[in-house]
């Protein structure tokens, strides 16, 4: 008996009429007819599964971020010796080594007069580790201009970018200007002029780790570009009118930087977004941190502002941001400037203020500590560290009242307790510490209270 007829038989005989047994056998057949009865198909009861050469699902495949998506060009390796015994041009020896290629570059006794344009993925680095490479650019040129096609990497380490060695010490452009791509800068240093950014970031993904910034128009200044993004780890960021502008929609993430003595800011927002953690804002001309208009709200976590000779945190009145587990103290002015103006900017608790000149300015934490003593002192430039200013237990124990509840009069509503206290803690890691939980409902906008 076939395997079609023995079907046959099985609903026939477990049916209850014949009309009903009749037609569920003709339909049967005319599967079975249909799709045929393969002989590698594996049995289990009654049920037939498809043959294991049977073709699967065709799935999506998942991407990997790991990696760039072009194949990974290898290009030569080029020494570079300003001494007089080899190659004496940086850009000769990149144009030589080719995408991929890796250009070493021994120090000589005098800088290198390269103005690098990089249109390729490529390596440039200091042949001799622990010493930089001096690179002095013309005047009317850039130190690096740096725009990679398709998934390459540019990277720089190991090298110091000085300012033009003419009278007035101008340079008609920026030292460094990252046009699109990748590109990352370790270990350097750029030193440039007040007519221009020092660092000018226009698009694509940029990583700036280790390296000393200076006397620039501004230290860092990011452009509208929404498709970019941009890393600021363990800088020195010193000696500039403004040490780090946002501007447009960019997003920054901006760990464990020194932004100090700068003439006029340390960080300015204009419109863009992003994370500020682990940062030492100290003693810039006017306010350590200036929120001006925001199309996006960057949120400063965990930083330590202070000794600036305006106020800490200074916001025009229709910028946001969210400000968290910062110590605020020694200011010249408030802790807050325009919190009164503002009701977008939102202050997820603890803030500790203590000894600005100008009051807390309504919102922060005031500590019971006062003077130099209480502030957290900066680690020296250059050192890691991994965690953020240390906040008293006084503070990390406070009480707080949820701002979004509060009715016009100042009291809360009888429904909701009179304080809500939030758990002593150590001091969090920087990225750990925008995932605590605000003592209030929504955040806290419009002022704390002591324990």
């Given at each position: 008996?076939t ?6 038989s099985?609903i026939?005989g477990r ?12 339909v049967c057949?005319?599967l079975?007819a249909?799709?045929g009865?393969?002989?590698s198909a ?10 294991v050469?049977?073709p ?5 495949p998942v991407?990997s971020?790991?990696?760039p998506?072009a194949p990974?060009q290898?290009?030569?390796v ?7 015994s080899g190659n ?7 144009n030589?080594?080719?995408?991929g290629?890796?250009?070493r ?9 390269d103005?690098?344009?990089l249109s390729?993925?490529?390596?440039i680095e ?9 690179i002095?650019?013309?005047?009317d040129?850039p130190?690096v201009y740096?725009a990679?096609s398709?998934?390459?990497?540019v990277?720089l ?8 060695n003419?009278?007035?010490g101008y340079r008609?452009?920026p030292c460094?200007i ?6 990352s ?5 750029v030193?440039a002029t007040?007519h ?7 698009g694509?993904f940029?990583?700036?780790e280790s390296?000393?910034i ?10 509208a ?6 890393f600021l780890?363990?800088n020195?960021?010193v ?21 100090r ?8 927002s ?11 804002i100290y003693?810039?001309g006017?306010?350590g ?8 709200a960057?949120r400063f976590?965990?930083?330590?502002i ?16 969210t400000?968290?587990?910062n ?8 802790a807050?400037?325009g919190r ?6 939102v ?7 203590f000894?600005?000149s100008?009051g ?6 005031r ?7 209480g502030?957290t002192?900066p680690?020296s430039?250059?050192?890691?560290r ?6 008293s237990?006084?503070a990390?124990?406070m ?6 509840d ?7 509503p009888?429904s ?7 758990p002593?803690?150590?001091v ?10 605000p003592?209030?409902?929504r955040?806290?906008r ?6």
């Open positions: 008996m395997r079609a007829e023995r079907i046959k099985r026939v049916t209850g009429h014949g009309a009903t047994r009749a037609a569920l056998a003709s057949m005319a079975i249909l799709f009865t393969p002989a594996q049995r289990s009861g009654d049920i037939d599964f498809p043959p050469n049977a699967r699902p065709i799935t999506k991407p971020f790991g990696q998506s990974r290898r290009g030569k080029v020494v570079v010796d300003g001494t007089g004496a041009s940086i850009q000769a020896a990149v030589a080594a080719g995408p290629g890796v250009v570059v021994k120090p000589a006794g005098r800088p290198y007069g103005s690098l344009v390729f993925p490529v390596t200091s042949a001799t580790p622990g010493q930089m490479v001096d002095r650019a013309p005047y040129r130190c740096a990679p398709g998934n390459g990497l990277r380490s190991g090298l110091r970018f000085l300012k033009p003419d009278e007035l008609a452009q460094v990252v046009e699109a791509g990748y590109f800068m370790t270990q350097s240093s030193e007040i221009n950014p020092a660092v000018l970031l226009r694509g940029s990583r700036i390296t000393v200076r006397n620039g128009q501004v230290g860092v200044q990011t452009d570009a929404p498709d970019g993004d941009y780890i363990g020195d960021i000696g500039n009118v403004d040490g780090i502008r946002v501007n447009g929609r960019a997003p920054v993430t901006a760990l464990e930087n020194h932004i003595d700068n003439i006029q800011n340390g960080v300015v204009i419109g863009g977004g992003g994370i500020f953690t682990g940062n030492w003693g810039n006017e306010s941190v200036l929120l001006q208009r925001s199309d996006l960057p976590i965990a930083n330590f202070a000794r600036n000779q305006g106020a800490g945190v200074r916001m025009w009145p229709d910028a946001r941001a400000i968290g587990w110590q605020v103290c020694n200011n010249a002015g408030p807050l400037q009164d103006a503002n009701p977008f900017v202050l997820d608790p603890p803030n500790e203020s000894g600005n100008g807390d300015g309504g919102g922060l934490f500590s019971r500590r006062d003077g130099d003593n502030c002192q680690p430039p250059g050192v890691a991994r965690r953020g200013p240390v906040l237990a006084e990390l124990s009480k707080c009242r949820p701002g979004d509060v009715p016009a009069g100042g009291r809360q009888r909701w307790p009179a304080t809500r206290r939030v002593v803690r150590p969090p890691s920087p990225l750990a510490a925008s995932a605590w939980r003592c209030g409902r955040g806290v419009r002022g704390l209270r002591a324990a």
